[in-house]
């Protein structure tokens, strides 16, 4: 990937793909004032360069079946035998499992921090199961969401 600056207009286009991932070069262009040929070059630098990383679909998750969702932390034991493995196996625990939406290698007194998706509270405890039967965690500590105020995917400038 380039080191590249993204400029005034790269952020323009970011946007409104944000927005509508789904609009067309020729809207874009129009929305932004400048020729269709263009927009398509940037957009296509941009996703070269991986500043776009890719288009998804937005979906409701309780449509999905997937109403429970929580946080989990997790702590790698300091006594565990080999801490780099073990927190190796946690990050491959999370590669491929799909109810694991987001995992995050933290600083402080835990070592990760999961975003999980799960159908129900049995779902949520199987899940756990699974982690702690797959990986040496010495404390796993859950919170289930309540209500969501704001969740957002965009990232601003």
Known sequence: MQNRIIDEIDYKIIEQLQDDARISHSVLAEKIGMPVSTVRDRVKRLEQRGVIKGYTAVVDAEAMGKSIMAFIRLSIGTTSRNYIEAKAEVA????????ILECHGVAGEDCYVLKVRAPTPV?????LERIRS???????????VLTTVKENIKIVP
């Open 92 to 99: 491959r625990i999370c590669q491929v499992e799909p109810d």
């Open 134 to 144: 797959q990986a040496e965690v010495s404390k796993s500590v859950t919170n289930i």
């Open 123 to 127: 779902g949520l405890e199987k899940l």
